[in-house]
């Protein structure tokens, strides 16, 4: 008996502690009242681990992020405006006036030249007293360049921008993946414990059977046992007892983590909409069609894929940097200080005191080809380097595959041979049970029969469980659910 319980118990406690390792599933949003009896099939749990788990906000925070790096990218073709504008104090500032002086002539020409009129102190001007007049300086200017060609530039950012789009959505899915197949182990180890809590249960209740007899016969001295005999009984009854105690854990780890998949508070009574472990139902397909179908749904390699478009657009980008950027550029200033003099002459200087416009067609052009060359060399290594890592992902996922096919198609015929061993060890246990109590069977007779009978019953049941796991595996494996309801 304590051979075929460590089995179950090994098998368990790696369901928990992968489950327990990689954290819970989340909180919930709404719990239900105290002593309110919620019954949850796998599809609920899924549904609800997938609302409420970190594991799947992370994945949607960086999907967000990727959906805002491609939103940069789309719109990377709209104008660019900026806008400079400046609010100061501004001293008086006044302007140099100029007079005609009749005293003083030009003796080349002989007209009379033009001099600052009298009464200007410029030096006097530009110091600030007492009486210094103090007013606002405004200025603004506004640059909007509206790209009109860019040799491609606009066009191979967005569609790297799409690829990493793809990788988010990717991510997502196999996060989802991930923690689907999470669910699904603690859903058929709760099912496994209890199943295996129901065998030890039955164990036990033959094993305090055939005590109470020998017990009894010993009493009556009919000399048909030993002491002996009822030590055997009492060493297996122990071995019995402690492997039903370290299940009964297992079962209470199991049913924690149903709890936490279903977001549900501590104290709330919960129950499977099956305790029946059976094998799940899927479609009969080839090796080779399981592998097409990883190749067309599996997410690391839509990721990948992804990566390798995206990988490409940049070497189609860092051709387009050797060529020049050409937009069409408005520009307009305006200043005005309310006490700076606004001349008369329009074709004077005045930093105080303007108001201007104009749209242009310009271009930009970097010429330094050595970083260009380099830039491109770059781009085309990283391209071949994620190329290689997508055909070695390739081989990875065929070899995946194929093992793990070969392990369902194993556990589905080893259910067939575990059918018929329990089966016999049911007919064993009965013919020894009844010749027991005749007193044809000896205590070592029967005690063989309730362990083999027990161990073959607890080794179908786990070879159930393992095969509900592959197949679990392998639906994560081709990113797609292969797990579908059983013809009726």
């Not at 302007?95 to 005609?100: G, K």
């Not at 360049?145 to 997502?172: D, N």
């Not at 179908?293 to 990988?311: I, K």
Request: contains cysteine.
């Amino acid at each position: 008996m304590r051979e075929s319980l460590s089995i179950t118990g090994r098998t368990l406690a790696t369901t928990m502690a992968m489950l327990l390792i990689l954290g819970s599933f989340g909180v919930a949003h709404a719990a239900p009242d105290e002593g309110e009896k919620k019954s949850w099939s796998l599809d609920e749990l899924l549904v609800s681990a997938r609302a409420t788990s970190p594991i799947m906000a992370v994945a949607r925070a960086k999907l967000a992020n990727y959906m805002a790096l491609f939103d940069r990218a789309y719109y990377s073709w709209t104008p660019r405006l900026s806008i400079d504008a400046v609010l100061a104090p501004l001293p008086e500032r006044r302007e140099l006036r100029e007079c005609v002086s009749l005293s003083a002539t030009d003796p080349l020409n002989n007209l009379s030249e033009v001099l600052p009129c009298p009464g200007q102190n410029l030096e006097t001007d530009e110091r600030i007293t007492a009486d210094t007049e103090i007013g606002i300086l405004v200025q603004s200017s506004l640059k909007l360049t509206f790209p009109i060609y860019t040799f491609g530039k606009v066009k191979y950012g967005l569609e790297a921008a799409r690829a990493g789009l793809e990788v988010g959505r990717s991510g997502l899915d196999y996060a989802r993946g991930e923690l689907d197949y999470l669910v699904k182990k603690a859903y058929y180890g709760a099912q496994m414990a209890e199943t295996a809590l129901g065998v030890l249960k039955e164990g036990r209740k033959k094993l305090v059977k055939a005590k109470s007899k020998v017990e009894s016969e010993l009493e009556k001295e009919t000399g048909r046992f030993t002491s002996n005999d009822l030590r055997k009984l009492i060493i297996d009854e122990a071995e019995l007892e402690s492997g039903y105690l370290e299940t009964e854990a297992l079962n209470g780890q199991a049913w924690a983590a149903i709890r936490i998949a279903a977001a549900a508070r501590p104290g709330t009574r919960l129950e499977l909409d099956s305790l029946k472990l059976e094998p799940v139902h899927i479609e009969t397909r080839s090796t080779e069609e399981y592998i097409e179908l990883a190749q067309d749904a599996r997410p690391d390699l839509r990721v990948a894929r992804a990566a390798v478009q995206a990988r490409r657009a940049q070497v189609q980008m860092a051709v387009a940097e050797f060529f020049p950027n050409i937009a069409l550029v408005g520009g307009f200033r305006y200043s005005k200080g309310t006490t700076a003099d606004d001349p008369v002459d329009p074709f004077a200087s005045d930093s105080y005191n303007y108001l201007g416009w104009g749209v242009v067609l310009g271009a930009e052009w970097d010429l330094d080809y050595s970083v260009l060359i380099s830039a491109h060399r770059q781009a085309q290594a990283k391209l071949a380097e994620q190329k290689a890592q997508f055909d070695l992902l390739m081989q990875k996922v065929r070899l995946e595959v194929t093992a793990e096919v070969t392990e369902m198609v194993r556990r589905r015929k080893e259910l067939t041979s575990r059918r018929l061993a329990m089966k016999a060890g049911k007919a064993w246990l009965v013919s020894n049970s009844l010749n027991f109590g005749l007193g044809l069977t000896k205590i070592d007779d029967l005690l063989k029969s309730l362990v083999g009978y027990s161990k073959a019953r607890l080794t179908y049941y786990r070879i159930i469980y393992e095969y509900n796991l592959t197949v679990a595996r392998l639906s994560q494996s081709v990113g797609s659910e292969l797990a579908v309801p059983a013809p009726k």
